[in-house]
Nanobody, 121 residues
Framework: QVQLVESGGGLVQPGGSLRLSCIAS????????MGWFRRAPGKERERIAH???????RYVDSVKGRFTISKDNAKNTLFLQMNNLKPDDTAVYYC???????????????WGQGTQVTVFS
């Protein structure tokens, strides 16, 4: 299956911005929907955004208006632009492919190592 590698995380002050990238080992044009997940300390992994094959973006309420998901099929890359970051955004961020069902997204690919995002209080 197509392998995905996340990058772009780091340390940032509250209110700052980061742009995460998810680079695929092969074409992402025909593998269906893709999305971003995160796992905060002491919490379960949660879906925060996904993009359907038709290009419709969906977000969890906590990131609406602050995060933007997009992709570049020519570069085999999925992006997550994160603005106005908050301490609660501190987590390891993962990307994955999956199946979109309305506002729900079911991951179906293997998980990578993710990229750490830390927002200072």
């Amino acid at each position: 299956q197509v392998q995905l590698v996340e990058s772009g995380g780091g340390l940032v002050q509250p209110g700052g911005s980061l742009r995460l990238s998810c680079i695929a080992s092969g074409s992402i044009a025909n593998i269906g929907a893709m999305g971003w997940f995160r796992r905060a300390p002491g919490k379960e992994r949660e879906r925060i955004a996904h993009l359907t094959l038709g290009g419709v973006a969906r977000y969890v309420d906590s990131v609406k208006g602050r995060f933007t998901i997009s992709k570049d099929n020519a570069k085999n890359t999925l992006f997550l632009q994160m603005n106005n970051l908050k301490p609660d955004d501190t987590a390891v961020y993962y990307c994955n492919r999956g199946e979109a069902h309305g506002s729900a997204f079911l991951p179906i690919g293997p998980w990578g190592q993710g990229t750490q995002v830390t927002v200072f209080s």
